[in-house]
Nanobody, 123 residues
Framework: QVQLVESGGGLVQPRGSLRLSCETS????????MSWYRQAPGKERELVAS????????NYADSVKGRFAISRDNAKSTVYLQMNSLKSEDTAVYYC????????????????WGQGTQVTVSS
């Protein structure tokens, strides 16, 4: 069955760094677009970053541009989120998601979600 398992969250001080990982199984990881989302208490889930199946392109929410970097290792079926210069407003549960799009950009599978990992930025 499809599984996405996030790890790497925790408590970090402002201006610190964390690297999240999302290990996947049960689907053809290398053809799926992978994304990281986050949800803070009382707020809607928001897209943080996405990366194309080949890793050739990525995009970011304005709030994290220049601080976060998404990457993937198709051989390990794993997607990463490197988070630097963390701020208190980055505190949230972070989720990875997998989607498969056809050549016209139409969603044909997913999204598949992980269970989330808590990131808390506090001194």
């Amino acid at each position: 069955q499809v599984q996405l398992v996030e790890s790497g969250g925790g408590l970090v001080q402002p201006r610190g760094s964390l690297r999240l990982s999302c290990e996947t199984s049960g689907f053809s990881f290398s053809i799926f677009t992978m994304s990281w989302y986050r949800q803070a208490p009382g707020k809607e889930r928001e897209l943080v970053a996405s990366i194309a199946n080949t890793g050739s392109s990525s995009n970011y929410a304005d709030s994290v541009k220049g601080r976060f970097a998404i990457s993937r290792d198709n051989a390990k079926s794993t997607v990463y989120l490197q988070m630097n210069s963390l701020k208190s407003e980055d505190t949230a549960v972070y989720y990875c998601a997998a989607r498969l799009f056809d050549s016209w950009g139409i969603l044909i599978k997913g999204p598949y979600w992980g269970q989330g990992t808590q990131v808390t930025v506090s001194s």
